[in-house]
């Protein structure tokens, strides 16, 4: 919901006239009016949009507003960590190229003092250098032949060891994968890009080859889907998504087509799944939790409130709803213009919980402990805010 922006009829004309009068005599507390009107509408049409949702930002100073006693996290300042150099060690995925001293060895006289002894240091001096290249790089192998003049027998070269009878190997599905689903690159972007570079890709061919790289690794992703359902907490949500052909059932009376996201921790560990098709993220996720042992206490389902995403299970299995916080706390701030005085109130009560759980996330405390944490500080805040 967006706060929507005051109307003002603006008539130029007149707007001069009254620029034009003001060069001789005062202006008229009218004129005066419709010039103050016309600038602040201005300045609202030019002004950036709001960035950032931190409370401090979002709420200006209210007549009649006491601010919270207890400090927020979001208003506390921390030095945020990981903006300086990649040191050597953070490029994992470089070659790695070892050169010897060409003068000395190990066990040598040291050419300074000419006393001691060198040894090998255990870190080496390490140098970074990175050169741009293709996503996908062809080689074109070129086989000699040779044709005999009197028989017109032909004789090719041997193939070179290891190049294999595929045009297309692993790794090219798995690059071009990576880059469609892990980095979003659309197919024809990436053939644009590969023929600048002088190497043809046409789209048609990128979704064979992954295609086809997908069923081999279709036993790998109903793994996934199992171990997701015994997650402790399951995050879902969808979003609408074009599909140019969707094989549909005839009694199907359904036209949208969803990309669902499920999210499953446990034991620190994440597993993130996609589903396309006509189904919503709750439904996908009960298909998900179709496969979740028995055994296993009732998950924590975390989504916004939209009834879409509750999973509509068979009859003895639980889950725990737990809807998000951070959504319902949008809607305050996307109003606060509108109702300052009563947002400021539930920003900064929500700021208090917001708090907590910075101070739970900075002791280190374990699942349950946190739990504990907040149903003794939290808890009271949430009773009095509902009040």
């Known amino acids: 919901m967006k706060?929507?922006?005051?109307?003002?009829?603006?008539?130029?004309?007149?707007?001069?006239?009254?620029?034009?009068?003001?060069?001789?005599?005062?202006?008229?507390?009218?004129?005066?009016?419709?010039?103050?009107?016309?600038?602040?509408?201005?300045?609202?049409?030019?002004?950036?949009?709001?960035?950032?949702?931190?409370?401090?930002?979002?709420?200006?100073?209210?007549?009649?507003?006491?601010?919270s006693q207890e400090g927020s996290s979001e208003t506390q300042q921390h030095p945020r960590a990981g903006h300086g150099r990649n040191s050597a060690a953070a490029f994992t995925g470089a070659e790695k190229v070892s050169i010897r001293h060409t003068k000395l060895h190990v066990g040598d006289r040291?050419?300074?003092?000419?006393?001691?002894?060198?040894?090998?240091?255990?870190?080496?001096?390490?140098?970074?250098?990175?050169?741009?290249?293709?996503?996908?790089?062809?080689?074109?192998?070129?086989?000699?032949?040779?044709?005999?003049?009197?028989c017109g027998q032909v004789f090719t070269a041997e193939e070179p060891e290891g190049v294999g009878p595929e045009k297309y190997d692993e790794s090219t599905a798995a690059m071009i994968a990576q880059l469609k689903y892990g980095c979003g690159?659309?197919?024809?972007?990436?053939?644009?890009?590969?023929?600048?570079?002088g190497v043809p890709m046409p789209a048609a061919t990128q979704w064979e080859i992954v295609e086809e790289a997908a069923m081999i690794i279709k036993?790998?992703?109903?793994?996934?889907?199992?171990?997701?359902?015994?997650?402790?907490?399951?995050?879902?949500?969808?979003?609408?998504m074009r599909v140019l052909r969707l094989a549909r059932e005839p009694s199907d009376k359904r036209t949208g087509v969803f990309t669902s996201g499920i999210v499953a921790t446990n034991r620190g560990r994440k597993i993130a799944l996609y589903f396309t098709g006509r189904q919503h993220a709750g439904e996908n996720l009960a298909e998900v939790l179709k496969q979740r042992t028995a055994e296993l206490r009732p998950p924590i389902q975390m989504s916004d409130a939209l009834s879409r995403n509750v999973p509509k299970l068979p009859g003895g299995v639980e889950i725990m709803v737990a809807?998000?916080?951070?959504?319902?706390?949008?809607?305050?701030?996307?109003?606060?213009?509108?109702?300052?005085?009563?947002?400021?109130?539930?920003?900064?009560?929500?700021?208090?919980?917001?708090?907590?759980?910075?101070?739970?996330?900075?002791?280190g405390l374990t699942a349950m402990e946190r739990l504990q944490f907040h149903q003794q500080h939290s808890g009271p805040v949430m009773d009095e805010l509902h009040r």
């Open 185 to 197: 690159v659309p197919f024809y972007r990436l053939e644009k890009l590969e023929g600048s570079l």
């Open 110 to 150: 040291c050419p300074e003092c000419e006393k001691g002894k060198v040894y090998s240091q255990k870190e080496p001096k390490a140098l970074v250098r990175i050169v741009g290249q293709a996503p996908l790089a062809a080689t074109v192998y070129e086989l000699e032949r040779l044709r005999c003049n009197t």
């Open 3 to 67: 706060r929507a922006r005051r109307r003002v009829d603006v008539n130029l004309q007149e707007l001069d006239e009254v620029l034009d009068q003001a060069r001789q005599a005062p202006v008229s507390e009218p004129d005066y009016q419709k010039l103050k009107e016309a600038l602040h509408t201005l300045v609202e049409l030019l002004a950036p949009s709001r960035s950032t949702e931190k409370t401090s930002t979002v709420l200006v100073e209210t007549p009649g507003a006491t601010p």
């Open 323 to 363: 809807n998000c916080l951070a959504h319902g706390r949008r809607q305050f701030v996307e109003i606060v213009q509108n109702f300052p005085v009563n947002c400021r109130y539930v920003l900064e009560m929500l700021g208090r919980v917001y708090s907590h759980e910075a101070e739970a996330r900075e002791r």
């Open 219 to 240: 036993p790998a992703l109903k793994e996934l889907i199992r171990q997701a359902a015994q997650g402790e907490v399951l995050h879902n949500d969808d979003i609408s």
